[in-house]
């Protein structure tokens, strides 16, 4: 290695060992059957996406993990991938393809997907490049695509032994819509938010009456497909309307009035129209009707919207192919002219968007592909409640069995190209054709021809899978199953799921359903069957990221223009910096409070280290220190004093609380853990402490053991920050000792905890000294002694021990606090004109005769005083103005409320060092 650089530079580090750890494979697993696997699967990113702050966090947890174990010793496989993203990818290429002035029909199926299959191979990788940049340590040789030959081969057989099951159907059911994809939503990819609107109350006529029902709804335009009118059984109000009929204003048709329990009397008039195509609870509503009256008497189900929310044929001529919201003006129009709108109120409603491109969804009566959810649920559940699969932290498992225990069919059908095409084929031959032709084949390869009629003229199934369907199967599926494989077999289950808590419900329990249903029957490695579920779940613990706010506590988003672009913050600070702060600033289970500078945290603590480093190194060539060992922490006890001691037992206390912290998935406090012992203990104390050795009259061979001692803490501080900041640490570790062209920090072992090391009687004494000497330094700061002045102590404590100690280890307190002269308190009697400190129970006197100029520094104190409470009088006022403080944005009255605080605080510490004097 050359000389180690003045100044840490990220991006030359970076450059120089991401290419190096991956030409020389480290990255990669294979099976080893004598050693224990830990996998983890990434959440495969959309192929449109880009990194963002959300995949800072997320990715570098997973990379922590991962580099730790594999520093432990384990086989450690990082699955890395992309997901196809169905509606977000065909999106991105229908928009290009509409600069052109072409749509996608325009093209043809064929030739559309050819064309998103160019666009991802141009665009596709994006992401993944920039997660490199990151320092991910993904096994890239594995990359898996959702589309890749073999993860189809996974999503059709899932597909195909559900169907045979039962667990797969087809039905006419309401759906949640999106107009302007042209599909169908699961309830999960609906977000919902409030929205200001109008509640309309509706005169209906009764037949044979001179009455009316009066409706209220958020939606008049949906009275067109209205086939009842319900109230509640037990309302007595409208008991005597029950069997009568309504005329269906706009519409001129006759529709009964019904009930039903679902019907909320409080709400409006407690009377609700009924529009079972254009409601999922007016849906059961009807269904609970039908099957209670027979099929004679059925509700009907009057679809009245097209693909794209226009009015279809469904509906009287005027209002056919208006926009469904012209046609609610309309609509309410046409009531008031027939005097039939007797009233209109405001109103806060609950509206569905679509997740993807935000467009309002309509509930939507078709055809479509579902799961059965409940039977799948039910294992999915047990495992979480008895604790086989454990969630970090525990709050989601609240969450988690609410939605699992109210769970609803999975709608997986879309009506897209882009995506796993449905394998199921239809027979369209001719009119003679059989009843048994219409229903839907499902295989594995195209039917020749149809089972019942023997037509070859097959067509298959225009839709495609939800992109979940394919993600559900990803912890198997990029091992190669269905295949039985040897690493199918040996990396599987996986060990940990790092995700954000948003797709909870999306992928994290679908997941564990899949695993469940199938995993039973993949042979272990040794060749037995998977007999537990803790051999067929996909992971066993799942930790929950946090989400990234703003300091305004805002959601980050492009459309509020405060989500910083990560490499931006990458070529910046460095890597390591952007990684070590965004997971301190993450505490477990709570958001994260993000801005660039406070990546001034990570970047200030690679520096540190890097000086601490160049301090070594330097005196190490210097002295010809000897080449530095693993054990060297355990050798030769010579030349051994306090702060080495002291050191030591810091050293493996440390170990031992960083493993604690990280396998109770404390990712948080073990960077507070690293930074505490690096940056205070070692580089503050530390080395401090040992520079009056090694710049002192002792030999060159004590020299070079304190120095050899000094560069193997460092050694194992190194490992052990590696998984959070990479390069820093393979950059000053390969500079502590010649290396194979081959070795690296990041498969170096990583430092274990010996108790024989810990010493908690030093670590009380060397406590003890440093709390006195921070005393002694905070007292020359806070009267201004010169930090050229030599200072003596006089110290009185009634526990002899601590004196001794203060006496024993002079030579520290005249290096870190220019203490010339150390004195007992013989007589009792306090010393004239001295500052003094109370240190645990006992007390430290500072002479100050000879050091400042007492006048000088009253007046130099008083000013300050006078000063600090002008700007607190000042800020008081600002803050006892109601106009202030009702007009002013929170931010800036929080940002004056701790301006208070500080110059409290101020004028305490300054009225206290005047009283000193």
């Known amino acids: ?151 189809s081969d996974a999503v059709q057989e899932m597909f195909i032994r559900l169907y045979e099951k039962g ?36 005169k209906y006529p009764i037949k044979d009456l001179k009455e009316y029902a009066v409706i209220a709804t958020t939606r008049p335009e949906t009275i067109l497909g209205d086939t009842a009118v319900a109230v509640h059984p037990n309302d007595n109000r409208y008991k005597h309307l029950l069997g009568r009929m309504v005329l269906l204003p706009l519409a001129d048709r006759e529709i009964p009035i019904i009930t039903d329990d679902f019907v909320d009397p409080t709400f409006g008039t407690g009377m609700v129209k009924v529009t079972p195509a254009h409601d999922p609870n007016d849906y059961w509503i009807g269904q609970r009707h039908n099957q209670n009256i027979g099929q004679r008497h059925q509700m009907a189900f009057i679809n009245i919207l097209d693909e ?30 027939l005097g039939l709108l007797e009233k209109t109120e405001p109103y806060v409603n609950n509206v569905g968007h679509c997740y993807r491109c935000d467009t309002i969804i309509q509930p939507y009566l ?71 032709c219409k229903q839907p084949i499902v295989s594995r390869t195209q039917p020749e021809r149809c089972l019942h009629c023997g037509s070859t003229n097959m067509r298959q199934d225009e839709d495609v899978l939800d992109t979940w369907f394919s993600s559900w199967l990803w912890p198997f599926s990029t091992l ?79 459309s509020l223009g405060n989500s910083p672009d990560p490499l931006d913050v990458i070529a910046e600070y460095g890597a390591d910096a952007l990684r070590f702060t965004i997971v301190y600033l993450a505490p477990l289970g709570q958001d994260v409070l993000y801005s660039n500078e406070k990546c001034e945290i990570g970047r200030n603590f690679a520096n540190k280290i890097w000086n601490a480093g160049r301090f070594l190194l330097m005196n190490k060539e210097q002295l010809g220190s000897a080449s530095v060992t693993l054990s060297a922490v355990e050798g030769s006890d010579t030349h051994v004093d306090l702060a080495d001691r002291w050191i030591l037992s810091r050293l493996h206390s440390t170990i031992g609380d960083l493993d604690r912290a990280l396998t109770q998935f404390e990712i948080n406090q073990a960077t507070k853990i690293l930074y505490d012992f690096i940056w205070h203990d070692f580089c503050d104390w530390y080395v401090e402490m040992i520079k009056g050795r090694l710049y002192g009259d002792e030999s060159a061979e004590v020299k070079r053991i304190v120095l050899d001692r000094a560069i193997s803490v460092f050694d194992h501080a190194l490992r052990m920050l590696h998984p959070f900041m990479p390069f820093v640490t393979e950059e000053l570790w390969q500079h502590l000792s010649p290396r194979r062209e081959d070795e690296s920090i990041m498969v170096a072992p990583y430092p274990t905890y010996d108790k024989r090391w810990i010493d908690k009687k030093t670590e009380a004494e060397m406590t003890f000294v440093q709390n006195t000497i921070n005393s002694i330094r905070n007292v020359r700061g806070e009267l201004a002694v010169p930090p050229s002045k030599e200072i003596h102590l006089i110290i009185n404590f009634p526990d002899n021990t601590k004196e001794e100690i203060i006496e024993k280890y002079q030579s520290y307190f005249q290096r870190l606090a220019r203490v010339t002269k150390i004195g007992r308190l013989n007589n009792g009697a306090k010393p004239r004109h001295a500052a003094s400190v109370v240190v645990d129970g006992g007390e430290v006197f500072i002479p100050l005769e000879g050091l400042i100029d007492f006048g000088a520094e009253r007046d130099r104190i008083q000013k300050e005083i006078d000063h600090n409470r002008r700007m607190l009088d000042s800020i008081q006022k600002k803050l006892g103005n109601e106009s202030f403080i009702s007009k002013a944005p929170k931010e800036v009255v929080e940002k004056e409320r701790e301006k208070l605080e500080n110059f409290k605080a101020n004028l305490e510490k300054l009225q206290r060092n005047l009283a000193r004097l």
């Open 1 to 151: 290695m050359t000389e180690l650089p003045k100044a840490f530079v990220p991006k030359d580090s970076e450059e120089k060992w991401y290419p190096f750890w991956e030409k020389n494979n480290f990255f990669h697993a294979e099976v080893d059957l004598k050693n224990k696997p830990y996998t983890v699967v990434i959440p495969p990113p959309n192929i449109t996406g880009i990194l963002t702050m959300g995949h800072v966090l997320n990715n570098t947890i997973q990379d922590v993990f991962v580099r730790w174990k594999r520093m432990q010793g384990f086989e450690t496989l990082w699955m890395p991938g992309t997901d196809h993203a169905g509606i977000a990818t065909q999106n991105v290429v229908e928009k290009s393809l509409a600069k052109e002035g072409k749509n996608r029909h325009d093209l043809g199926r064929e030739e559309f997907l050819k064309r998103v299959w160019r666009w991802k191979e141009q665009y596709g990788g994006t992401i993944i490049k920039q997660l490199r940049k990151l320092g991910t340590s993904c096994d890239w040789v594995r990359e898996r695509f959702t589309m890749d030959e073999g993860l």
């Open 167 to 202: 667990l797969i159907y087809r039905g006419k059911y309401i759906v949640n819509w999106c107009p302007k994809d042209h599909t169908a939503l699961s309830d999960d990819e609906v977000n919902f938010a409030e929205q200001q609107t109008n509640l309309w109350y509706i």
């Open 308 to 337: 794209s929310a226009r009015l279809n044929d469904n509906v009287p001529h005027k209002y056919q192919g208006m926009d469904h919201r012209d046609a609610r003006k309309q609509v309410v129009r046409d009531l008031e002219a």
């Open 366 to 436: 078709s055809d479509q592909w579902f799961v059965k959810m409940k039977p799948l649920a039910e294992p999915a559940l047990k495992v979480v409640l008895d604790g086989t699969i454990k969630f970090h932290p525990e709050r989601w498992l609240k969450t988690y069995e609410h939605w699992m225990t109210n769970i609803r069919d999975w709608c997986i059908s879309r009506q897209l190209w882009w995506g796993h095409r449905i394998p199921v084929w239809y027979c369209v031959g001719d009119e003679m054709c059989k009843l048994e």
């Open 480 to 558: 190669g199953w269905p295949k039985d494989n040897p690493d199918l077999r040996y990396f599987y289950p996986t060990a940990t799921l790092v995700t954000a808590p948003d797709i909870i419900f999306f992928w994290v329990a679908r997941m564990m359903m899949a695993g469940l249903e199938v995993m039973n029957e993949i042979p272990l490695p040794d060749g037995s069957q998977r007999s537990t579920v803790e051999h067929c779940i996909p992971f066993k613990d799942v930790y929950f990221t946090s989400i990234i706010r703003d300091l305004k506590g805002r959601k980050m988003s492009k």
